[in-house]
C-alpha cells in the first residue's frame, strides 16, 4: 500500500486566492506524490489566514484540524503532510515555529518542504543533525521577511496618520456607512438620508428605545441596511456600535496593533483623536444625552419593553422588602387597562413577601400626577445641584485614581510578559485578561458619571417640566398610536433622569370607614354596595416615597389622593394635596 499524503496550502490575503498561487502550489504538491510513490488523500488548506503571529495553527484552523486528525487516528502514523515551503506553514518566531514542526512530527506524520526538498522527521532529525539547521534557517528568513513587510506597512500608516492630522488628509476609502468618499474633490461627505437615520437612532435612544427596540423598528419599516451581504438586517450589536461611536461627531480615532500576551494581537489607539476628520451628523448635547439613556438601561431599566412600552416605571419601583417590582399581563383589554399588574418579585417568586399585586393603571396615575405637582427647580437647581455635582465629582476622582492604579499594575505585567520570548504563563495571561475586564467596566462607569455631571450641569429645570407636562398630556390620551408609543418610551427616560427609585408600601390605614356613607363615592364610581366600595380603596391601599436623584424625597398617600381627586375642585385639590407631601419622608425612611 502506498503512504498516505496529506497537502496544506495556505494563502495570507483574499487577493491571492485570484491568482495563480492556489494552483500551483496544487500543481507541484500532485506532481511530488506521483514522483514518490504517495495516495494524495485530502487536503487541509487555510486561505486568508496569517501564519505571521500563529492564526492559521490556532483554534478554528484547519492545520489545526489537521493535529485533531492526527490524535484521532484519522491520519496515522507514517503520513506526510505536503506545504510548498517552510513559509506556508509559519512565519511566526523560530522558536514557536520550531514548536509546531515539532507538534506534527512528535505524532509520526513527516512534512515536505517542495522548495528545498527536504523531508522532516523524527527518524530524519534524529540521525542528521543539519536538517534541523536547515529547518531553523528556514524559519528565521520566513519571519524576519514578514517583520521587514510589517515594518514597512506600519511606516506606510504613520506617514498616513500624520497627514490625517496635519492637513486632515483622507488616509483610507473605508468609511463608516453613512459617509462616503467623493472621487472628484477627494473629501468625505455624508449621504443624506443615512445622515438621517443616524440622528434619529440617537433620538429614539435618547427618548428611552434600546438597541434591540430600534434595530426591530428600523426593520419593521424596510429601512435598508448598509451592510452589503444578502438578507442583511438591523442588528442590536449595530445600533450600539453607532451610539458608541464618536465619528459622529466628525472625530476620527487611529489605532494601532500590538503583541498582547493574552491574544496574538491587540488592536489599541495611536495617540489622541482626529477632530473634524469626518463630517459631524449628530450634535454633542444628542451624543451625551443618547450616552447616558443607554448608561441608565444598563444600570436600570434593562430589557425588552413590548411594542407598547406598557411599563413606564422598568428598574425605578421597589418593595419594602427590597425586592423590585415586575410587570405582569394577565390577559383583557389592555387599551382600557384590564389585566395589568405590578408585583413584588419575591413575592411573585413565592418568597417571604406576601404582598399582594396592584393594578399597574392604579401606580402610574398616582405616581404619574405626582411628578406632575413635582417643582424640579429643587431637584436640578440651588443646593441641592452644588452638593450632587460635588459628590459625582468625587466619585469620579475616586474612580480615575483606581483606574490608573489599575493601567499601572496592568503595565508591570505586561513588561514582565514581554521581558520572555517564550509565551506567558497561563496564570499571568489570567491575570492580565482578568484587570483588562476590570479597566472595562471602570471605563464605563467614569464615562457614566461624565454624562451625569455633564447633564447637572446642563440641565434645564423649565425646559424639563415643560417637556413631562406634554408627554403626560399624550400618554393620557391611550389611545395606543404609534405617537402614543414614542411618548410613553420617552417619559420613562425622562422618568429615569429625574428619579432614583421609588418605595411602594402597602397602606393599611384603610380610611373607607370615614366615606363609606358618603354618596358622592359611590355615584362618582358607580358601585352600589359597601362590599364594591371597600374594593375600590383597596386598589388605592398603598404608599408611595418617591427619592430622586438629587436626594429629595416626595411621600404620597394613593388613598388620601384619591378622596381629595374625587371631591369638590378635583385637579386642584389633588394637586396641592401632592405638592404638600413633596420632599417630605415617613421616619421608615430614616435608615435608607
Not at 494524495?40 to 492559521?56: E, F, H, I, M, Q
Not at 504563563?425 to 467614569?446: F, G, V
Not at 436626594?551 to 394635596?577: I, P
Amino acid at each position: 500500500m502506498k503512504p498516505k499524503a496529506y497537502s496544506y496550502i495556505r494563502m495570507s490575503t483574499p487577493e491571492q486566492m485570484h491568482g495563480d498561487s492556489r494552483r500551483r502550489q496544487l500543481a507541484k504538491t500532485e506532481r511530488y506524490a506521483e514522483d514518490h510513490g504517495l495516495e494524495l488523500v485530502d487536503r487541509y488548506d487555510d486561505l486568508g489566514v496569517s501564519a505571521y503571529r500563529g492564526k492559521n495553527a490556532g483554534f478554528g484552523s484547519n492545520l489545526r484540524r489537521f493535529i485533531q486528525a492526527i490524535d484521532d487516528g484519522v491520519v496515522g502514523k507514517g503520513s506526510y503532510l505536503i506545504v510548498e515551503s517552510m513559509d506556508r506553514l509559519s512565519r511566526n518566531t523560530a522558536i514557536s515555529a520550531m514548536g509546531l514542526l515539532s507538534e506534527i512530527i512528535s505524532r509520526g506524520v513527516a512534512i515536505v518542504t517542495l522548495d528545498d526538498g527536504q523531508t522532516y522527521s523524527q527518524e530524519i532529525l534524529k540521525n542528521n543533525q543539519m536538517s534541523l539547521m536547515i529547518a531553523l534557517g528556514a524559519m528565521v528568513r520566513a519571519h524576519e521577511e514578514s517583520r521587514r513587510k510589517s515594518g514597512l506597512l506600519s511606516d506606510t500608516w504613520d506617514e498616513k496618520k500624520r497627514l490625517a492630522r496635519a492637513e486632515r488628509k483622507v488616509m483610507t476609502r473605508r468609511m463608516p456607512g453613512w459617509l462616503e468618499l467623493d472621487e472628484a474633490s477627494g473629501k468625505i461627505v455624508t449621504i443624506a438620508h443615512r445622515a438621517d437615520v443616524v440622528r434619529e437612532i440617537f433620538r429614539l435612544v435618547r427618548d428611552g428605545w434600546g438597541a434591540y427596540s430600534v434595530a426591530r423598528h428600523l426593520n419593521e419599516r424596510g429601512e435598508m441596511p448598509w451592510s452589503k451581504r444578502k438578507r442583511a438586517v438591523w442588528r442590536e450589536s449595530y445600533i450600539k456600535k453607532v451610539i458608541a461611536s464618536r465619528t459622529v461627531l466628525g472625530e476620527y480615532q487611529p489605532h494601532k496593533s500590538v503583541d498582547d500576551p493574552t491574544r496574538l494581537k491587540a488592536r489599541v489607539p495611536d495617540g489622541p483623536p482626529v477632530f473634524n476628520y469626518y463630517p459631524s451628523v449628530v450634535n454633542e448635547r444628542l451624543f451625551k444625552d443618547a450616552q447616558l439613556a443607554m448608561s441608565r438601561r444598563r444600570t436600570g431599566a434593562r430589557g425588552r419593553k413590548g411594542a407598547r412600552y406598557s411599563n413606564l416605571f422598568t428598574g425605578l419601583l421597589r418593595c419594602q422588602c427590597g425586592g423590585g417590582y415586575r410587570y405582569i399581563y394577565k390577559g383583557g383589554n389592555r387599551a382600557k387597562g384590564k389585566g395589568r399588574y405590578l408585583q413584588c418579585s419575591i413575592a411573585f417568586s413565592k418568597g417571604p413577601c406576601q404582598i399582594k399585586p396592584f393594578r399597574y393603571g392604579t401606580i402610574e396615575d398616582t405616581l404619574l400626577d405626582a411628578m406632575e405637582s413635582l417643582d424640579l427647580q429643587k431637584v436640578y437647581g440651588g443646593k441641592a445641584k452644588n452638593i450632587r455635582l460635588s459628590e459625582k465629582k468625587e466619585e469620579l476622582g475616586r474612580l480615575q485614581d483606581n483606574k490608573a492604579e489599575l493601567e499601572a499594575r496592568t503595565e508591570r505585567l505586561l513588561q514582565i510578559a514581554q521581558a520572555d520570548d517564550s509565551a506567558a504563563p497561563i496564570a499571568l495571561r489570567t491575570e492580565l485578561k482578568k484587570l483588562e475586564q476590570q479597566d472595562n467596566a471602570l471605563a464605563s462607569e467614569i464615562k457614566r458619571l461624565e454624562s451625569e455631571i455633564d447633564e447637572i450641569l446642563q440641565a434645564d429645570p423649565e425646559k424639563h417640566k415643560a417637556l413631562i407636562k406634554r408627554l403626560m398630556a399624550e400618554i393620557r390620551t391611550k389611545d395606543g398610536s404609534p405617537k402614543n408609543e414614542h411618548a410613553r418610551r420617552a417619559l420613562a427616560s425622562e422618568l429615569q433622569r429625574v428619579v432614583q427609585y421609588v418605595r411602594v408600601d402597602p397602606n393599611v390605614r384603610f380610611v373607607h370607614e370615614a366615606v363609606s356613607d358618603d354618596e358622592d363615592w359611590k355615584k362618582t364610581w358607580g358601585v352600589r354596595s359597601e362590599h364594591q366600595l371597600e374594593k375600590r380603596f383597596r386598589d388605592y391601599g398603598f404608599e408611595f416615597v418617591i427619592v430622586y436623584r438629587n436626594g429629595n424625597r416626595h411621600h404620597v398617600d394613593a388613598l388620601k389622593g384619591l378622596y381629595f381627586r374625587h371631591k369638590g375642585s378635583l385637579k386642584e385639590k389633588t394637586m396641592r394635596f401632592l405638592a404638600a407631601g413633596e420632599t417630605s419622608a415617613s421616619p421608615r425612611d430614616s435608615d435608607q
